[in-house]
């Protein structure tokens, strides 16, 4: 009775419910809109996927640097944790791009930031599919 009346009320009721948000968040963080894309929100998952996507492509064209997981310091870890944001991207990048800063050119420095970008976009779009799927939002 008490899970009828949460859901009437939209509000989260069961561990079923939080499992099927944290199930469409990793499917947003995996595959850049493909969370909105399993809550029926169409439009916002073709602006993510494309906003997440054309920075990472752009990242990847100007030579960013692609952190890894084996990073000498702090920063490098954070660099990574923004870059394997980018879900699947991330991946690709990894395999197809050489991975290193072009530092004759201050296009390099530019693509890094690019595809952190991407990274961290993608982590908040992400979050936000949770939440849409947990009804803490429209």
């Given at each position: ?18 499992a099927?948000?944290?199930a469409v ?9 493909l ?8 439009g916002?998952?073709?602006v993510?996927f ?10 990847v064209a100007?030579?960013g ?14 660099g ?17 791009a050489d ?25 908040l ?5 949770r ?8």
């Open positions: 009775m008490e899970e009828a009346e949460a859901i009437s009320a939209g509000q989260p009721s069961s561990s079923r419910s939080a099927v948000a944290t968040a990793l499917a947003g963080w995996l595959v850049p809109g969370g909105h894309l399993l809550l029926w929100r169409w916002r998952a073709l993510y494309l906003s997440v996507g054309t920075l990472s492509l752009v990242g100007l030579h640097k692609l952190f890894s997981p084996m990073g000498g310091d702090a920063f490098d870890w954070l990574f944790l923004a870059d394997a944001g980018a879900g699947v991207l991330y991946f690709l990048a990894r395999v197809y991975g290193s800063a072009d530092v004759s050119r201050a296009a390099g420095d530019y693509g890094t930031r690019f595809f952190a970008t991407a990274g961290v976009l993608n982590l779009f992400a979050l936000d599919a939440e849409i799927a947990r009804r803490r939002k429209n």
